[in-house]
C-alpha cells in the first residue's frame, strides 16, 4: 500500500514533495505521484513555451524549494542573476525550469511520477482503512492519504458560444488552452479577435502581432494594469491576518474575488500593447463584449453590446478557467460519498486543506477560502504544503 498519494505533479505537488521529504526523508519509499504525462511540471512547461512568456508574474521566493532564497542563489552561482527581473526579481522562464529540474534532482524526485491519471476516488465504506483510486491504466491503488493538486479547472467559455450559427472550422474558434504560437501557421495579415482582459490574452495578442496577424483584443472592462493578480499585501500577513480572522466564508469568498478584481495584465505588456496600438497593430475594444458570433462566408461577423460590428478570421477566448467542485470530476464523486459545506461551490476545508472527515487534501485555486487570493499561483502551492506537511507526518 502506498501511504500518500498526489495526484498531479505540477508546480504544487512539487512544492509538497519537497517539503515533506526535507522534513522526513524516509517518507520516500511511502510517496506516489500521479499524473498523466509521466513527467514534474509537464503543464506549466507547456503552458510557458506555448504562449511564449519570457518570464514569471511571481516574485524569486516564490518556487516549489522549501528555501524561499534558493531561486536567488541558484541565480547567482549560476552566474544568471540578470534573468531575475525587477525589484521582485521575476525570473525567466529557462532560468526558473532550470531551477526546478535542479531541485527535483536535490529531492531525488526524478522518475518518481507514474503516467496515469486518476480516474475514481472512494471512500472505505466504514470511514476506516485505505482509500482507494482506480487509474486510468486499470490499476487500482490503495492510499492512506490523498493530496489533489490537479490545477487550474476547466476552460470558460462565454455563454454567446451556444448560439452560434455557422459551422466554423474548428482553428475558427479556440479557447487559450487550445492555443500553441510556435506551432501557429498564419495566412498573411489574417485577423484575429482576442477576447480577455487577463495576461494570457496580452501574450497571445503580442504572439499574433509578432506572426504579422491584425490582432483585436476585446475587454468587457477597462483593462487593468498591476504587477500581479493581487495586490502585493495578499502574499503575506498584512492582509492575509485580517483574512483568516474572517469567520464567514462567504465573505472570504468576497475578499479573495475583490482581491483578484478579474482579470489583469502587468505594466511591461501593458506598455508594449499600447506601443502596437499606438502604431496601428492592434485595436483594442475597452468595455465591449460580444453579444453573438455568425460564420459565413468564411468569416466571422461579431456582434458585440451596442450594435458594433467587427470581422475576424479566428476568435480566440483568453477567458481564463472555471474552479468548483462540480467542475471536477474527483471532488464531484468525493462530495457525492460524503458532501461537505460548499460556497458557491467552492469547498470549505479543513485548517490543514483536508476534505472535512476523510484523509484527501487538496492543493490549488481551491483552497482559497483558506488560504487566500493567490492559492492558485506559486504563493498557494507554498502556503498549502505548509498546511498540509504536519497531518503527512503526524501519521
Ligand atoms: C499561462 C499561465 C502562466 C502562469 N504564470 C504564473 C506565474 O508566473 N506565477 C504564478 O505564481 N502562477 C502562475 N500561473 C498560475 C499557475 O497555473 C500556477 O502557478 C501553477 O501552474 C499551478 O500549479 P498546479 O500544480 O496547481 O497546477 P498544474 O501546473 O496545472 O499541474 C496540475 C497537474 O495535475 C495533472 N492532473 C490533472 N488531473 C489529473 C488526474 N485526474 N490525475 C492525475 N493527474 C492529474 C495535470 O496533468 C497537471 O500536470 C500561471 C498560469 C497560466 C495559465
Ligand atoms: N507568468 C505570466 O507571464 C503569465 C501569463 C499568463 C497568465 N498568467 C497567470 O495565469 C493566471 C490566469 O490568467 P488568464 O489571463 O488565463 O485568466 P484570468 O486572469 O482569469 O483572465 C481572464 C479574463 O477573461 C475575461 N473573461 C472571462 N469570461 C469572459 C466572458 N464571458 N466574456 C468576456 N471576457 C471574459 C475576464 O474578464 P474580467 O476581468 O472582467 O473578469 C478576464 O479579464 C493568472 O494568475 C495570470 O497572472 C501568468
Known sequence: MADLVIVGAGPQALTLSCLLLQKRSRLHRRLRI???????????????????????????????????HALRRFAH??????????????????????????VIAEFALEGRVQAASVEHIRLPANGKGPLELSLSDGTTVQA??????????????????????????????????????????????????????????????????????????????????????????????????????EPCMH??????????????????????????????????????????AHWSSGEWDIVCGGGQRLSADRIWLATGHRQGVSQHPLLQQLHQQLPIELVDDWPVLGPDLRWPGTPVHLMGGLTALQVGPAARNLFGGREAAQRIWRAVVKH
Open 251 to 292: 465573505r472570504r469568498r468576497r475578499l479573495v474575488l475583490e482581491a483578484r478584481d478579474g482579470g489583469s495584465i502587468t505594466p511591461e505588456t501593458g506598455a508594449e500593447l499600447r506601443e502596437a496600438q499606438r502604431r496601428g497593430k492592434l485595436q483594442l475594444h475597452e468595455h465591449c463584449e460580444v453579444q453573438a
Open 77 to 102: 552561482s549560476q552566474q544568471r542573476h540578470r534573468q531575475l527581473e525587477g525589484a521582485y526579481g521575476l525570473p525567466h522562464t529557462d532560468l526558473f525550469a532550470a531551477f526546478c529540474r535542479e
Open 34 to 68: 500521479v499524473d498523466p504525462s509521466g513527467r514534474w511540471l509537464s503543464c506549466w512547461q507547456r503552458q510557458m513555451e506555448r504562449y511564449e512568456i519570457p518570464w514569471l508574474r511571481s516574485p524569486s521566493p516564490h518556487h516549489p524549494h522549501p528555501n524561499a
Open 144 to 245: 492512506g492519504r490523498v493530496v489533489i493538486a490537479t490545477g487550474n479547472g476547466t476552460p470558460q467559455w462565454p455563454t454567446w458560444i451556444k448560439a452560434i450559427a455557422g459551422e466554423a472550422p474548428a482553428d475558427a474558434l479556440q479557447h487559450s488552452d487550445g492555443i500553441d504560437l510556435p506551432a501557429l501557421r498564419l495566412r498573411p495579415g489574417e485577423r484575429i479577435l482576442i477576447v480577455g482582459g487577463g495576461l494570457t490574452s496580452a501574450h497571445l495578442s503580442l504572439g499574433a502581432l509578432r506572426r504579422g496577424a491584425k490582432v483585436q483584443l476585446l475587454c468587457r472592462r477597462g483593462l487593468k494594469q498591476k504587477p500581479f493578480d493581487a495586490d502585493p499585501g495578499w502574499l503575506g500577513s498584512k492582509y492575509l491576518k485580517g483574512f483568516h480572522a
